[in-house]
Structure formats: C-alpha cells, structure tokens
C-alpha cells in the first residue's frame, strides 16, 4: 500500500495566519492527491483535487502545490471557520489511503 | 439534491456480523462507484472498500480483504458491506461517499456507528 505521511500531526494558529500542511507519498503518485476538510462530528469535504485544483465552492485561501512525492496544502489567512483537522489521501493505486491528518487548532 | 444514507450499524460481539447499507438519491446511481470509509473514535479516516458501477470492480484495504464484502443494487439504489469475523477495532464509524471526478469522493453519508465489543 502507499503510504501517506502527513506533517505537522497538529498546529497552533491565529486569524489571519497563513498555514501550510505537508503530505508525503512513499512512492510516486503522480497529481493524484486530493485534500480534505473535517469538522468534529461532520462528514469531510474535498477541498482540493489532483494537487491543486480547487472545488467548487471553496474560498481562494486554500491552494495545493506537489514537488515530487511532496504535496502541500496552504490555508493563506486562516478564518474561523478553518479551524478543523485536514486530511490528505491518494487515488493513483487502486487501495487508496489517507494521512494521519492535521488538527489546525486555535492559538 | 445529492443524498447518501448509511445505515445497519450497532453493537456486535467480536466474531459476529453485520451489513451496512448505502442508499443513495438525487444522481445516477447506477453509474456511480461509491465507498467505505471507516473513522475508529477519535482517529483518522481509513478507506475500506470501493465498488464501481455495473460491480465490474471491487476492491478493500488490507485489514478488512477475506472478512468484508462490498456489493450493490441498483434496483434499490443501494450498496452493502457484509462484515464478518469482526474485530474490536473495526469499532468505527462508517461513511460511504461516492466516486466523483478525478478520483475524488465529493459526496458523503453522515456515517453509521459499528460497535464490535463483548
């Protein structure tokens, strides 16, 4: 299976803030890699798709970027409904997997 | 509107079974892989299984494959997973969520709570 290591597990952020999360394949994956967003109790939301195109209907803060097996989500100035854990996951093998997924948390 | 329903969990003793059921409304069921996705409490999403359209393919995770079943009928417009043999940590709760463009799972269920414990 590959495996999808994200980074950091958990952040401490204010308003306004810009935050990056990392998600690293172990092999290559070409763009499949899409990002979601979790809020306690809810279902997640697609927020990115195959690396850094955006979905429909999510705001212009959130972009993706890929160099290599490295994926990267950045939240450009952080609002208050951003606070909730993000999750990457791949598509390109036929078993697909997450990341352990990251708690951005308010400071 | 799209709508995605799971349903048939509960509490079951380890070494027992159940079937959750997906029932789907608002798109072209037929022609749409859905999936299992499972989250134990308080930890991260964990894809289960995958079936897509016409059943011509299925596939599972590593710790469910020879114990879980995925299918469908979309007459009812509906997917199931039968698990059997169930461990205590397949204590979760289980979302379908189906395939959209790119490889992604756009839409999601609310989930149904599997409790395996004696």
């Known amino acids: 299976d590959i495996k999808m290591t994200q980074s950091p597990s958990s952040l401490s952020a204010s308003v306004g803030d810009r935050v990056s999360i990392t998600c690293r394949a172990s092999?290559?994956?070409?763009?499949?890699l899409n990002w979601y967003q979790q809020k306690p109790g809810k279902a997640p939301k697609l927020l990115i798709y195959?690396?850094?195109s955006l979905e429909s209907g999510v705001p212009s803060r959130f972009s993706g970027s890929e160099s290599g097996t490295e994926f990267t989500l950045t939240i450009s100035g952080l609002q208050p409904e951003d606070f909730a854990t993000y999750y990457c996951?791949?598509?390109?093998?036929?078993?697909?997997?997450f990341g352990q997924g990251t708690k951005v948390e308010i400071k | 509107e799209v709508q995605l329903v799971e349903s048939g969990g509960g509490l079951v003793k380890p070494g027992g079974s159940l079937r959750l059921s997906c029932a789907g409304s608002?798109?072209?069921?037929?022609?749409?892989?859905i999936n299992w996705v499972r989250q134990a409490p308080g930890k991260g999403l964990e894809w289960v299984s995958s079936?897509?359209?016409?059943?011509?393919?299925?596939d599972y995770a590593e710790s469910v494959r020879g114990r879980f079943t995925i299918s469908r009928d979309d007459a009812k417009n509906s997917v199931y997973l039968q698990m059997n043999s169930l461990r205590a940590d397949d204590t979760a709760l289980y979302y379908c969520?189906?395939?959209?463009?790119?490889?992604?799972?756009?839409?999601w269920g609310q989930g149904t709570l599997v409790t395996v414990s004696s």
């Open positions: 969520a189906r395939n959209s463009h790119h490889a992604t799972m756009e839409f």
């Open positions: 608002g798109f072209s069921f037929s022609s749409s892989g």
């Open positions: 079936i897509s359209s016409r059943s011509t393919y299925v």
């Open positions: 092999q290559s994956i070409s763009s499949y």
């Open positions: 195959a690396a850094s």
């Open positions: 996951q791949q598509s390109y093998s036929t078993l697909w997997t």
